[in-house]
């Protein structure tokens, strides 16, 4: 079984595809929990590592040490910007959680933290905006006057975020095994078919 990654756009649904994936597997899940795993772990503020999960900052720490660096004695590299520690905690807690087997995590990066673990399935879930703009203001309940600023700025987070941590471009289909459009089709399918096409990648 694989270890399924979701990176997603804003309001396309990714965390609930993700939540429902993850039952109908039944396997463990993985989202905005990391933050809380990662405060517990770190013996810091969960509410701080709230505002600091999925952006970054402007140190060029990371293109140095992602992959080698490993998070041991506690006080190790407290000097670092907040949302550095935070990024790697939650890639030590996403390699452990993948070391022990299938799993879907959604976002953090996760595809590329666990790019040289076997049976990875790499998913990117994406729609118009007008109809993540729609999502954001029925299912989060995002202000509708708001909503369509919100959604572009979420957006271009996520994609610094991965850019600034990852030698990948957030988006770039090449990136991924399979990009859905959920715009196009029901929580329901996607579900299916991200179940099929992982079962079907050798």
């Given at each position: 079984?694989?270890?399924?990654?979701?990176?997603?756009?804003?309001?396309?649904?990714?965390?609930?595809?993700?939540?429902?994936?993850?039952?109908?597997?039944?396997?463990?899940?993985?989202?905005?929990?990391?933050?809380?795993?990662a405060a517990k772990k770190s013996g810091m503020s969960e509410e701080l590592?709230?505002?600091?999960?999925?952006?970054?900052?402007?140190?060029?720490?990371?293109?140095?040490?992602?992959?080698?660096?490993?998070?041991?004695?506690?006080?190790?590299?407290?000097?670092?910007?907040?949302?550095?520690?935070?990024?790697?905690?939650?890639?030590?807690?996403?390699?452990?959680?993948?070391?022990?087997?299938?799993?879907?995590?959604?976002?953090?990066?996760?595809?590329?933290?666990?790019?040289?673990?076997?049976?990875?399935?790499?998913?990117?879930?994406?729609?118009?905006?007008?109809?993540?703009?729609?999502?954001?203001?029925?299912?989060?309940g995002i202000n509708e006057k708001k909503a369509a600023d919100i959604v572009?700025?979420?957006?271009?987070?996520?994609?610094?975020?991965?850019?600034?941590?990852?030698?990948?471009?957030?988006?770039?289909?090449?990136?991924?095994?399979?990009?859905?459009?959920?715009?196009?089709?029901?929580?329901?399918?996607?579900?299916?078919?991200?179940?099929?096409?992982?079962?079907?990648?050798?």
């Amino acid at each position: 079984m694989s270890i399924i990654t979701i990176a997603r756009q804003y309001g396309s649904g990714g965390r609930q595809i993700g939540q429902d994936l993850a039952q109908k597997l039944n396997v463990p899940f993985y989202d905005k929990q990391l933050v809380a795993i990662a405060a517990k772990k770190s013996g810091m503020s969960e509410e701080l590592f709230q505002k600091a999960d999925e952006r970054h900052t402007s140190s060029l720490l990371y293109s140095l040490v992602m992959g080698n660096y490993t998070f041991g004695v506690p006080g190790t590299a407290a000097n670092l910007p907040l949302n550095d520690q935070l990024f790697l905690l939650q890639t030590q807690i996403i390699r452990e959680a993948a070391k022990k087997g299938a799993c879907v995590v959604v976002g953090r990066c996760a595809d590329y933290i666990l790019r040289e673990f076997p049976h990875i399935f790499r998913v990117y879930l994406y729609a118009d905006k007008d109809c993540r703009t729609r999502h954001a203001i029925d299912e989060y309940g995002i202000n509708e006057k708001k909503a369509a600023d919100i959604v572009a700025k979420i957006d271009k987070q996520r994609a610094a975020y991965c850019n600034f941590y990852t030698s990948t471009k957030w988006g770039d289909p090449v990136n991924y095994d399979l990009c859905l459009n959920t715009g196009s089709i029901s929580a329901e399918s996607a579900v299916q078919l991200i179940m099929d096409a992982s079962q079907m990648k050798p």
